[in-house]
């Protein structure tokens, strides 16, 4: 089997709430999305897709991936999809770095993968552990009275693990978590996550006053070295984020006890073959995960939602269902959200059919 051409296509997708804020003043109202089709000479499809969070957040934005991937494209013409770590060698052949824009080719040759052997990707992966994956709900930062009926709007809807975008002034950012546990229980996990936006001391002055709380911090400061000492000061259940983009950045992590768990996003890593590398080396250094990516629409669900439920639970702290953040579908197949939970698909490869007529024309196709 060969790749006879990998089509491009850019779509915008709108929120249901109209806008997402987060750390050091970030704002988005449409994510800048790219779906790669790649198409072979025995006519199996395979679809990939990455979106970024914006230009000012991690190192990675909506246009780099699309002129990448004309870097990349043209140099896996001719080759077998199958064959992912060729693939993936050329990719880093052909550019060097920057894993986001490799992601979504790389995810739609395991969705090939899937197609070719007649199997659903989380089988590929090791088989399926349990009936559905429990999910959390990112509550976008705004004022605390609001994000405090921000969760109660969602506990209604079935989720019981809650992620509280804090990072802004931090006298603010402990209203906001006192608020917030004020109405949930012991069923519930909360989760502060600063995304780098803490100065050291500000971390600190937060932990002081919330840490007597059923609460977990993720990445309060920028650099690793920052979020080391916050995590040696502090006795609450630690996540890194930002901080882990490579095995070799998690190795460090996990020689230095820096954290409890990881947020393992997949285009941060490069796509699914480097995503389940990490996660098969957490499971056996018994590190917890919250599977998912950066942001995204059906397809990165899916990705997500086939690597979550091929993860050991007691590995599968949480993952997310971005799709249902997304005024709009492109798609058939893509896991539903039901009370708070989701399920990969056991159809072939994602599982994940693309509706074409509303993607419109390709930006470009590399042939």
């Known amino acids: 089997m060969k790749i006879n051409n990998i089509k491009v296509y850019q779509i915008d997708i709108p929120l249901i709430e109209k806008a997402y804020k987060w750390a050091n003043e970030n704002i988005v109202n449409n994510f800048d999305c790219t779906i790669v089709v790649i198409e072979t000479d025995n006519n199996i499809q395979g ?11 991690l190192p990675a934005y909506s246009k780099g991936v699309r002129s990448g991937i004309l870097e990349i494209g043209k140099n896996l013409i001719g080759k077998d ?9 050329e990719m880093d052949k052909s550019l060097y770095g920057h894993p986001y824009v490799k992601s979504p080719i790389d995810m739609a040759c395991w969705d090939i993968i899937g197609k070719y052997y007649k199997a659903p990707i989380w089988q590929l992966f090791g088989g399926k552990y349990g009936e559905t994956i429990s999910l959390y709900r990112a509550i976008s930062q705004e004022d605390p009275v609001q994000m405090k009926e921000s969760v109660k709007h969602y506990k209604s809807e079935g989720y019981k693990k809650f992620q509280l975008k804090v990072g802004g002034h931090y006298q603010d950012d402990i209203e906001r978590i006192i608020q917030v546990d004020s109405i949930l229980n012991d069923s519930n996990i909360l989760v502060a996550d600063a995304n780098t936006g803490w100065k050291t001391h500000e971390a600190l ?27 040696e000061k ?33 285009s941060k890593l490069g796509g699914l073959t480097r995503s389940k590398q990490l996660r098969d080396l957490c499971v056996e250094l018994k590190i917890p995960m919250t599977i998912e990516d950066s942001w995204g629409g059906d397809i990165a669900t899916a990705a997500i939602s086939h690597l979550a439920h091929s993860t050991p639970v007691d590995y599968r702290f949480s993952s ?21 939970k989701f399920k990969a698909s056991d159809n072939f490869g994602l599982g994940v059919e693309l509706d074409f007529g509303k993607l419109g024309e390709p930006e470009f196709i590399i042939s």
Do not use: W
């Open 205 to 231: 002055k937060v932990i002081d006053k919330t840490c007597h709380l059923n609460i977990y911090y993720e990445q309060p400061c920028e650099t690793y070295n920052e979020c080391l000492l916050i995590r």
């Open 81 to 89: 999809p199958t064959n992912i770590n060729t693939i993936n060698i």
């Open 234 to 266: 502090n006795n609450r259940p630690f996540i890194l984020d930002e901080s882990i983009f490579s095995l070799e950045s998690f190795l460090r992590a996990y020689q230095d006890n820096a954290m409890d768990i990881i947020n393992l996003k997949i």
């Open 47 to 57: 679809v990939g897709e990455v979106c970024n969070l914006g230009s000012s957040y």
């Open 320 to 340: 997310t269902d971005f799709n249902s953040y997304n005024s709009i579908s492109y798609s058939e197949g893509s896991p539903k959200r039901i009370n708070g």
